[in-house]
């Protein structure tokens, strides 16, 4: 088992930037493929970007340009580097871990779930 904690959200003004962090514990991040996806009051949970254990990397096409994702094995984390954020990413965000992954997009597919983080982008 992994346990999953979300840290870095917070208000930010359009056109701003925020580093969200998501730190493993129990099992090593070097077993996983991790994504981080957001759900948005009153809409779905949405995919946003991940990295494979082969540190291959995937995003939404409405972060692509914008969002960066990276791991980083050695100290058990992985992030998600957001620039030039917009009003409509305002979510919280979430962190997932998946030994293995089918479609990427699809939350079914991952196993472990952090807490979440609050990102508010005002306009």
């Known amino acids: 088992q992994v346990q999953l904690v979300e840290s870095g959200g917070g208000l930010v003004q359009a056109g701003g930037s925020l580093r969200l962090s998501c730190a493993a514990s129990?099992?090593?991040?070097?077993?996983?493929?991790m994504a981080w996806f957001r759900q948005a009051p009153g809409k779905e949970r949405e995919f946003v970007a991940i990295?494979?254990?082969?540190?291959?990397?995937d995003y939404a096409d409405s972060v692509k340009g914008r969002f960066a994702i990276s791991r980083d094995n050695a100290k058990n984390t992985v992030y998600l580097q957001m620039n030039s954020l917009k009003p409509e990413d305002t979510a919280a965000y979430s962190c997932?871990?998946?030994?293995?992954?089918?479609?990427?997009?699809?939350?079914?597919?991952?196993?472990?779930w952090g807490q979440g983080t609050q990102v508010t982008v005002s306009s």
């Open positions: 997932a871990a998946a030994g293995s992954v089918q479609a990427p997009h699809n939350q079914r597919d991952y196993k472990f």
């Open positions: 129990g099992r090593a991040l070097s077993n996983y493929n």
């Open positions: 990295v494979w254990q082969s540190y291959m990397k």
